[in-house]
């Protein structure tokens, strides 16, 4: 893949209505998206302890940041690699399945015990904070993908997209710090957090049959940057209901 940053230029020059719109819906996109990565981190990093929060975040974010910056320059290369993301929404699934198996623990007792068995034995080899940094890159891999192709999908002029990433990345960068401070703020935030991560996860999963039926009526809903948009503002909203009703209950 070849770049033709002076052409990408004179476009931004010669169409400067047009690019301006342009960067806009890409901001918009990828503010909406990191909103969605900041509080997955921010969940994953709950239980640590203070400093170790704070470090995990920071590594976190800055792998956020290498991991787009790559992505940004290999975006056709990456393209093979579409099964990540399927990888990537599975464990987020999963932490959703794992977090409400916890959550119903009277009823699901011996299988919950046994589930924390076996993640006890990876923390055990890597210690908490490995482990949690370990799953945070992961998850940083896979929303890279997922943020540099929807911004690519938009526009093939690679300094419009990177404008749109550095914007998204900065968003995360403030977020992900705010949502671990909400989340000790108002309990009902962390099964709202929980029920994105599943939404999050099944949207991410689902690109296999993006890639696999590209022609069908699904993939070109799913493909849909109005799609996108509006899966954001459904976790936004899903977000701000339960940190309405808490501070209802307070007045009341």
Do not use: C
């Amino acid at each position: 893949m070849t770049y033709d940053f002076p052409s990408y230029f004179q476009e931004l020059v010669q169409k400067p209505m047009q690019s301006g719109l342009i960067i806009a819906n890409l901001v918009l996109i990828e503010t909406l998206l990191s909103v969605d990565n900041a509080a997955v981190l921010a969940t994953i990093v709950k239980d640590l302890g203070e400093k170790e929060k704070k470090r995990a975040l920071s590594l976190g974010i800055t792998g956020a940041v290498v991991f787009r910056i790559i992505a940004l320059f290999m975006a056709s290369f990456l393209i093979k690699f579409w099964f990540l993301k399927v990888l990537g929404g599975l464990y987020l699934i999963y932490l959703f399945y794992s977090w409400s198996q916890e959550r119903h623990h009277d009823e699901h007792t011996e299988y919950v015990e046994k589930e924390k068995g076996i993640e006890a034995y990876f923390k055990k080899m890597l210690s908490p904070f490995w482990y949690t940094i370990l799953i945070i890159g992961f998850v940083d891999i896979t929303f890279s993908i997922d943020n540099v192709f929807a911004a690519v999908a938009y526009t093939k002029n690679l300094l419009l997209v990177i404008l749109g990433v550095l914007v998204g990345i900065l968003t995360m960068r403030f977020l992900a710090q705010r949502f671990v401070v909400l989340l000790d703020k108002y309990p009902g935030l962390e099964a709202s957090a929980f029920y994105v991560i599943l939404i999050l996860g099944i949207k991410l999963a689902l690109s296999a049959v993006e890639h696999f039926f590209p022609e069908s009526m699904f993939a070109r809903i799913t493909t849909n940057h109005y799609f996108d948009f509006s899966i954001s503002v459904l976790t936004i909203l899903m977000f701000v209901y339960p940190i309405l009703t808490h501070r209802r209950k307070n007045k009341a």
